[in-house]
């Protein structure tokens, strides 16, 4: 299998999960845990960017408020996301939370009888919670214990001259017009928050926040 | 009065059902009546055929196994569209004589923007090109159409999103212009040197062209999506062949214009010339066909709130680096 993703993004926490319908249907040669990367993240999305990194971490933290020390289950968290599938970047994140906890959209799998139903555990929500944040809920279905993410892009740390740099060089290198440095150092500074925000984890709490809920049926 | 023909098309598919309907709408002759047998509520047809002001529409029989749709021409419209049919047909051919230009100009004094863009659709159907129709509506437009479309167009202010797009076409003409004088003096030169600040000014001209894809992308994403909603279909997907046409000339000239010196300046020079005079010639007069038959049918087909939606829409899309503050929000 070839190998050519930078070495930094390897080095992301990876999220921990079982995951009882591979189990059931025999594609894991034993019972155990899975763990899902930034990496795997990265090949479903495409590419990695703040965007990609932030639903990530949304749904790390979420997880590890929810389940604690225990393994998060696969098909047994719902998500909530509070926007439009269409709106900004609520799509992108949602199909982050899908591929990590298996929450499906209307398109999901519809289970086998009574059990691994992924179909709807997704939604989107009209409500905005926070004017300035965008919000997402993660349920349990096993004791319906919840946790509210909000996330506050604006809040993400970059230096202002970067930022600038970063979209100064961002046209040549959509229009395919810039040189092999311009692009290089592009791709250097996209990278750098990326990593920032998911290797150095500094003043994560200024931009992603978690509060509990009382979940409909929650359970002790 | 004459009695009135019948078409039944239950049962056909897409294609055969047009192939029926719309010759049969287009011979009816002044005063007669066409009754049309679906077995579904026949909507895109309704409102093609209210599009074009002289039928009066009405529902013999409205479901639930099939719908009657009668169609009576009216008799106070003459035969203008055929009339202007011809015309097209004629100034499609070759150079229009001045005759011709007038006859249209005259006949152009009655016809409105919404008619325009269903005789686009119309030729397409009668087996027009795509490509034929933009060149020769092109021609047409710039040549004949100008002023009496001008006369009839409708106007609208700020923040209203047909008023920003018509705004930032303002600022791509600019440009187009100064591309047209570089261009100019471009053709006496012998070498980069002798183009001095040209050469900043060609990349600055450069990037305010591929910066007007924001323009394109609200365009395409969210006003002629509404109109593509409403079966206004040709017309938008005509601009959007010219989208892509343009996209690339932009795309080479933006990335000649950000490294030049890595290219043989006789190459260049031939290069930034062609691009520079097919952009400062079509997109001037795509951009007249969009503020005075596109904008002018959105315009006529789409109540305030749908403009509100799209206003919404285009603020979240984003806008180009020169569109106005004041338009934005």
């Given at each position: 299998?070839?190998d050519?993703?930078r070495?930094?993004?390897k080095?992301?926490?990876?999220i921990r999960?079982?995951?009882p319908?591979a189990e059931?249907l025999g ?6 845990a899975?763990d899902?990367n930034f990496?795997?993240v990265?090949k479903?999305s495409g590419h ?7 639903a990530y971490?949304c749904?790390q933290?979420?997880?590890?408020k929810?389940?604690?020390?225990t393994i998060p289950v696969r098909?047994e968290?719902?998500v909530?996301v509070y ?7 609520y ?5 982050v939370?899908s591929?990590l906890?298996?929450?499906a959209?209307?398109t999901?799998?519809k ?5 691994f139903?992924r179909k709807?555990l997704?939604?989107?929500?009209l ?5 300035e944040a ?8 096993d004791?319906?214990k ?7 892009p ?5 230096p202002e001259e970067?930022?600038k ?5 961002l046209?040549p290198?959509?229009?395919e017009?810039a040189?092999e440095?311009e ?6 500074l ?9 290797l150095?984890?500094?003043?994560t709490?200024?931009w992603?926040?978690?509060?509990e809920r ?7 | 009065?004459n009695?009135?023909k019948?078409?039944?098309?239950k049962g ?5 059902r047009?192939g029926?309907i719309f ?5 009816l002759?002044?005063?007669e009546?066409?009754r049309?047998v679906?077995?579904?509520?026949p ?10 002001d002289n039928?009066?529409?009405?529902y013999e029989?409205?479901g639930p196994?099939?719908w009657?749709l ?8 003459e035969d203008?569209?055929g009339q202007?049919k ?5 100034l499609?051919?070759?150079e229009a004589?001045?005759e011709?230009?007038e006859k249209a100009r005259?006949?152009?004094q009655q016809?409105d923007?919404?008619t325009?863009?269903?005789l ?7 087996g027009v090109?795509h490509?034929e ?7 047409i437009?710039l ?7 001008v ?12 008023h920003t797009?018509m705004q ?7 440009n187009?212009r100064?591309?047209?004088?570089l261009?100019?003096?471009?053709k006496?030169?012998?070498?980069f040197d002798?183009m001095g600040e040209?050469?900043?000014?060609l990349?600055?001209?450069?990037h305010?062209?591929v910066e ?6 609200r365009e395409?994403e969210v006003?002629?999506s ?9 017309p938008?997907?005509i ?5 892509v046409?343009?996209r ?7 990335q000649?214009?950000?490294r030049p010196r890595e ?7 031939a ?8 952009l400062?010639?079509?997109l001037e ?8 038959i596109i904008y ?6 789409l109540i305030?709130?749908?403009?509100e939606?799209i ?9 180009c680096?020169f569109?106005?503050?004041?338009q934005?929000?």
């Amino acid at each position: 299998m070839n190998d050519i993703f930078r070495n930094t993004l390897k080095r992301v926490k990876p999220i921990r999960f079982r995951e009882p319908l591979a189990e059931t249907l025999g594609a894991l040669k034993e019972e155990g845990a899975l763990d899902y990367n930034f990496i795997d993240v990265v090949k479903m999305s495409g590419h990695a960017c703040p965007t990609v990194s932030a639903a990530y971490l949304c749904c790390q933290t979420a997880l590890e408020k929810l389940y604690g020390d225990t393994i998060p289950v696969r098909g047994e968290i719902a998500v909530t996301v509070y926007g439009e599938p269409d709106e900004g970047v609520y799509g992108v994140m949602a199909q982050v939370f899908s591929f990590l906890t298996g929450a499906a959209a209307a398109t999901g799998f519809k289970g086998l009888g009574h059990r691994f139903k992924r179909k709807d555990l997704l939604r989107f929500h009209l409500e905005k919670v926070d004017p300035e944040a965008m919000c997402f809920e993660f349920r349990r279905l096993d004791n319906g214990k919840a946790v509210l993410v909000r996330f506050y892009p604006q809040r993400i740390p970059f230096p202002e001259e970067k930022a600038k740099q970063l979209s100064h060089l961002l046209q040549p290198v959509l229009w395919e017009a810039a040189t092999e440095e311009e692009t290089k150092q592009f791709q250097g500074l996209w990278m750098e928050k990326v990593e920032h925000m998911l290797l150095k984890r500094e003043g994560t709490e200024r931009w992603l926040q978690l509060e509990e809920r009382r979940g409909q049926n929650e359970r002790s | 009065m004459n009695a009135a023909k019948t078409i039944d098309v239950k049962g056909l598919d897409h294609a055969e059902r047009e192939g029926l309907i719309f010759p049969g709408v287009e011979a009816l002759k002044d005063g007669e009546t066409l009754r049309i047998v679906v077995e579904f509520n026949p909507v895109p047809l309704v409102y093609l055929l209210k599009a074009q002001d002289n039928f009066d529409i009405s529902y013999e029989k409205e479901g639930p196994d099939e719908w009657i749709l009668r169609v009576a021409k009216g008799s106070a419209q003459e035969d203008q569209k055929g009339q202007f049919k011809e015309l097209l047909t004629q100034l499609r051919e070759g150079e229009a004589s001045p005759e011709t230009k007038e006859k249209a100009r005259t006949l152009l004094q009655q016809v409105d923007a919404k008619t325009l863009g269903v005789l686009e659709q119309e030729l397409i159907r009668e087996g027009v090109s795509h490509e034929e129709i933009r060149r020769s509506l092109c021609d047409i437009h710039l040549e004949v159409l100008r002023d009496s479309l001008v006369a009839k167009r409708t106007e609208v202010s700020a923040p209203h999103p047909v008023h920003t797009f018509m705004q930032e076409h303002e600022i791509i003409l600019d440009n187009l212009r100064e591309l047209g004088s570089l261009v100019d003096r471009l053709k006496g030169l012998n070498s980069f040197d002798g183009m001095g600040e040209d050469l900043e000014k060609l990349e600055d001209i450069a990037h305010h062209l591929v910066e007007a894809e924001s323009h394109h992308q609200r365009e395409e994403e969210v006003l002629f999506s509404e109109l593509e909603k409403r079966d206004i279909v040709e017309p938008p997907e005509i601009m959007k062949m010219d989208h892509v046409e343009f996209r690339k000339r932009k795309q080479e000239l933006y990335q000649l214009s950000h490294r030049p010196r890595e290219h043989d300046f006789n190459k260049f020079k031939a290069r930034v010339i062609e691009l520079g005079e097919y952009l400062a010639r079509e997109l001037e007069s795509h951009i007249f066909k969009e503020d005075n038959i596109i904008y002018q049918i959105a315009l006529q087909v789409l109540i305030p709130e749908d403009w509100e939606r799209i206003k919404r829409l285009c603020d979240e899309l984003g806008y180009c680096c020169f569109t106005p503050e004041d338009q934005k929000e």
